[in-house]
Structures are given as structure tokens and as C-alpha cells.
């Protein structure tokens, strides 16, 4: 009993882990993603000025 309520409580604080390290990044993600397509269209544009 008492080594499976061990694995159990490690297996949900991996998962706490993980959910809180994906809400962190996306909300990174969410921040930059603006000036990320921006810098990217430019880039494009400077490279390719026929297609845009």
C-alpha cells in the first residue's frame, strides 16, 4: 500500500509538472507570436520581394 500510494503521489506531481511547464510556455509562445510572424514576413519579404 504504501509504495503504490508513493508511485501514485510521484506520478501526479510529474503530471502537476508537466501541465504547469506547458501553460508557461504557451503563454510565452502567445506573447512573442506577434513579433515573431512579423520578423518572419519580413525577412520574407526582404528575400523574395517578387512573391510579397
Known amino acids: 500500500m504504501k509504495k503504490s500510494l ?4 510521484i506520478i ?4 502537476a ?3 504547469g511547464a506547458c501553460w508557461y510556455t ?3 509562445i502567445e506573447q512573442r507570436m506577434d513579433t ?8 520574407l519579404k526582404d528575400t523574395c520581394p517578387m512573391w510579397g
Open 6 to 9: 508513493v508511485a501514485i503521489s
Open 12 to 15: 501526479a506531481v510529474l503530471g
Open 17 to 19: 509538472a508537466w501541465s
Open 26 to 28: 504557451g503563454k510565452q
Open 36 to 43: 515573431l510572424v512579423a520578423n518572419v514576413n519580413q525577412q
